[in-house]
Nanobody, 126 residues
Framework: QVQLVESGGGLVQAGGSLRLSCAASGRTFSNYIMAWFRQAPGKEREFVAGIKRSGRSTYYTYYGESVKGRFTISRDNAANTVALQMNSLKPEDTAVYYC????????????????WGQGTQVTISS
C-alpha cells in the first residue's frame, strides 16, 4: 500500500509559478512510477507529467502536450517526495491536481494508476 499526500496548491495570477509536492509513505517509493494528473470541473482527468527511474540515479520524465516546456517533474527518493514545478501558468491550468503511483510500466491513463492522493486545488486568475 502507498499513501500519497499533495500540498502546495493555491491561487496565482497568470504568468506566475507554483510548486506542488507529493509525500509518499508505504512501500518502496523508488520502485514506483510517479505522476501528476489534473481535473478541471466538467472535464476528464488529464495526464500532466510522470517520472520513472531509468538507472541508478537517472530518471525518465514525460509530459502532457499542454504543459511541456512549462512544467517540470522531479523526485527525491531519499525523502519519498515528488514535485511539480509549474511556471508560466495560464487560466486553463486551473484544476485539482492529483499525485498518483503505479508499478513497472509508464502510463498516461489514470485508470492504470493504483494509488492516488486527495488532490490539491490550483487556481490561476487572468
Amino acid at each position: 500500500q502507498v499513501q500519497l499526500v499533495e500540498s502546495g496548491g493555491g491561487l496565482v495570477q497568470a504568468g506566475g509559478s507554483l510548486r506542488l509536492s507529493c509525500a509518499a509513505s508505504g512501500r518502496t517509493f523508488s520502485n514506483y512510477i510517479m505522476a501528476w494528473f489534473r481535473q478541471a470541473p466538467g472535464k476528464e482527468r488529464e495526464f500532466v507529467a510522470g517520472i520513472k527511474r531509468s538507472g541508478r540515479s537517472t530518471y525518465y520524465t514525460y509530459y502532457g502536450e499542454s504543459v511541456k516546456g512549462r512544467f517540470t517533474i522531479s523526485r527525491d527518493n531519499a525523502a519519498n517526495t515528488v514535485a511539480l514545478q509549474m511556471n508560466s501558468l495560464k487560466p486553463e491550468d486551473t484544476a485539482v491536481y492529483y499525485c498518483a503511483a503505479r508499478a513497472v510500466v509508464v502510463s498516461r491513463l489514470p485508470s492504470e494508476y493504483d494509488y492516488w492522493g486527495q488532490g490539491t486545488q490550483v487556481t490561476i486568475s487572468s
